[in-house]
């Protein structure tokens, strides 16, 4: 009878370790397709997860804010309004990088500054996955063979009205951009059109998830 119990209890807490080991798998292998961030729902370390994600909505409010100053403004913006809105984002993001131990960029297929291009086929595919479904808005990832343990967060970026002042025609754009940006691919956009995405890599989560599920 006591050999019985004990054994159901093991059963039971194997199968308890079993299934939260298949939701930490399940999460690293889910595809874009399912692993929208609002249906994610991590096992572990959520406080993390939900971080990087609000992380990120705080930098894209951070660009939309300051490019609404520029609205109104009859005069074409300079050098100076240009290092109130992206740059400053762009800065921001390497600061919330060092802050968390995480790594954040920005990433865009047409991009302004090269650093900005796609670095790895699953950033490729994800853009592409983004650019094809409007109603995604972030995702979670495994990281990639070269950047060894954790997860990846992606969030869209999308063209507002505000930001055609100078990713708008390529004729239009500002001359500061046409002279520092030779090689500038972040133009023609269209209002709604996807402009390209925040990548957090999160080094630290998967020690976790084994952690927990082990
Ligand atoms: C005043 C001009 C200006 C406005 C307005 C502006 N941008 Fe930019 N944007 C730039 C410049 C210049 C860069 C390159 C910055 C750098 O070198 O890091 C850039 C870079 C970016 C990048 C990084 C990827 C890349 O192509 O290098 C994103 C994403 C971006 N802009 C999105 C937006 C969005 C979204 C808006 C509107 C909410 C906006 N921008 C408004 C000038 C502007």
Known sequence: MTFTTSLQRLTRL???TLLLMLVGVGLLTARPSTALAAEASPPVDSAALSK???AMEQLD???ISLASTLEGRTEEPTIETMKEVCKPV???AIAI???NGWQVRQVASKYRNPDHAPANTQEREVIDLFSRHPEINGLWEPAVAEQGAGLN???RINVE???LACHGTKASRPAFIKDNYPDDKAF???VGELRGMYAVHLPEVQAALAAAAG
Do not use: I, N, W
């Open 14 to 16: 194997a199968l308890s």
């Open 52 to 54: 990087a994600v609000v």
């Open 61 to 63: 409010q951070m660009r």
């Open 90 to 92: 762009g800065m921001r």
């Open 97 to 99: 990088g060092k802050e």
């Open 153 to 155: 967060y992606y969030r």
């Open 161 to 163: 009205p505000s930001c």
């Open 188 to 190: 023609d956009l269209a």
